[in-house]
């Protein structure tokens, strides 16, 4: 008979994360100050983050201790389990072999906090009392929320205002851990004050509610600011994901043909993928890396590569990403973990060396896979992995066509259980394709910030 799940013992946890800038063929670009237009130090990103973060930020150790304190705490779920859709595969009648990698077993329900947990260790450590952060759809919040009650540091959680009213049980589960939430804007900051004057019924976006929450570190003692997606750092925390699928897959005697993930800032792909890299770039592997990311907010497949600010309202430092410029606003689809307008650097320094590909897809076919992977495999996915889930399921059909068996793997990184409002949407058939928003994009990529020659 055929094995269902591949678990590994507690004594298999990863001790160490992976830093994939160790084994770049080419170094990542640097990261500019905006005002200077020269690379960024240590010195100006302290005021926001602890020490050890930053070092890790640049590190180019290929691998970084996980401290034990972090690894007791991922004890509470992980490792995660590995499962061979063997029902999906009978169900699509294809000759593959699909696996997913099943993140949605931590107690906030994703990946989000294997860095939730390692920024609060570190901000512990360097003796801050209080983190501040913010939350589009609550899966990060929660994360966050979660971690800092394990850690016994304040967590203040700045939420989209839209889905602070939409998504009330986020709101309960963070608060269920002791975190304060504010829906943003909001009057707890001098930014948040000035748009409720201009607008009291401004709904927020995650661009705001980043401002508010680093306006909120850097004006309160002991406080520093996290964020959850996106940076180097986060991507390495994430990478106990494909340290376990490697041991997990020698277990089935199996190899991945290709590596599937959605991306919206990156990180679960970025963890999920970046252990194998090396297989590929040194050991010559024929193995796919598939970032799939939102048709309304395309930035690796129709963005540009170019510098741009990490938040709406321009403050951050300047990333080399693809970019659909700071000031687009995505359209409203249900997987709100993929709505920002860049992209991690790795991610799209692997795009733009063609180790890595990506593409985009349309919400209502990503609903429909996800309902025939919950009617083969019972979980119910977040729309975000449900990107991912599509084009597995393409893959598995191309397969179905051409006999190949293939090994797709793709990375479940969340549950759908507080997404249930969007299912319902697309079962009463209300749920909408936005089409890839040429206009709105070209007018925010026309404000894309200029830097120096030698930096594009
Ligand atoms: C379940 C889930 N998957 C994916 C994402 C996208 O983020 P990332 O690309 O950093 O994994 C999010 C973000 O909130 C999420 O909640």
């Known amino acids: 008979m055929e094995q269902t799940k591949f678990v590994l013992g507690e004594e298999h946890l990863p001790t160490h994360w992976y830093n994939v800038q160790a084994d770049l063929p080419e170094p990542l670009p640097p990261v500019i100050h905006p005002g200077r ?65 099943w993140e949605g077993v931590s107690p906030p329900g994703s990946h989000k906090p294997n860095t939730a947990v390692a920024q609060a260790y570190y901000n512990k450590m360097e003796g801050q009392t209080r983190i501040s952060t913010e939350t589009g759809a609550g899966q990060w919040g929660s994360a966050l929320s979660f971690a800092c009650n394990l850690l016994d540091l304040e967590c203040k959680v700045y939420m989209v205002g839209i889905s ?11 608060e269920a851990w002791g975190a304060k939430i504010a829906p943003s804007p909001s009057s707890d900051t001098s930014f948040g004050r000035k748009l409720l004057e201009e607008d009291p019924d401004q709904p927020g976006s995650l661009g705001i509610a980043i401002s508010e929450a680093v306006e909120d570190a850097v004006t309160n003692d002991g406080t520093k600011y996290s964020l959850g997606s996106v940076l180097n750092h986060v991507l390495m925390h994430q990478t106990v994901i494909g340290q376990e699928l490697k041991q997990q897959l020698e277990m089935a005697d199996d190899y991945p043909d290709m590596l599937i993930g959605c991306i919206g800032g990156g990180s679960s792909m970025g963890g999920f993928a970046f252990p194998f890299v090396p297989d590929k770039i040194t050991d010559g592997k024929d193995l796919q890396f598939i970032c ?46 993929l709505r920002y307008h860049g992209m991690a650097p790795l991610i799209c320094h692997l795009n733009e060396l063609g180790i890595m590909e990506s593409r985009a897809e349309h919400q209502v076919p990503v609903f429909e896979a996800a309902v025939s992977f919950a009617r083969a495999e019972g979980i119910i996915p977040a729309p975000e992995p449900s990107h991912a889930i599509k084009v597995a399921m393409d893959e598995a059909l191309k397969c179905k066509e051409t006999g190949e068996e293939k090994a797709i793997v793709f990375n479940l990184c969340g549950h759908g259980h ?39």
């Open 418 to 456: 507080f997404d249930m409002g969007a299912y319902d949407t697309f079962f009463s058939g209300q749920l909408v394709n936005y089409e890839y928003p040429m206009d709105k994009m070209e007018a925010a990529l026309a404000e894309l910030p200029e830097v120096p020659a030698e930096y594009q």
């Open 292 to 337: 799939v990311e939102p048709m309304a907010s395309p930035s690796v497949t129709k963005g540009m590569y170019r510098y741009d600010f990490g938040d709406t309202a321009a403050t951050t430092p300047l990333l080399k990403m693809y970019t659909l410029g700071h000031s687009f606003i995505p359209a409203p689809i249900h997987a709100g973990g």
């Open 164 to 174: 602070y009213e939409q998504k009330p049980y986020r709101k309960s589960m963070m």
């Open 37 to 101: 237009m020269d690379p960024v130090t240590p010195d100006d990103l302290a005021p926001i983050f602890p020490m050890e973060l930053i070092k890790q930020e640049v590190s180019q150790e290929r691998w970084i201790e996980i401290p034990e304190p972090v690894r007791d705490v991922y004890k509470l779920w992980r490792p995660t389990p590995l499962y061979r859709a063997l029902r999906w595969e009978k169900a699509l009648g294809t000759p593959a072999r699909v696996y997913y990698k």
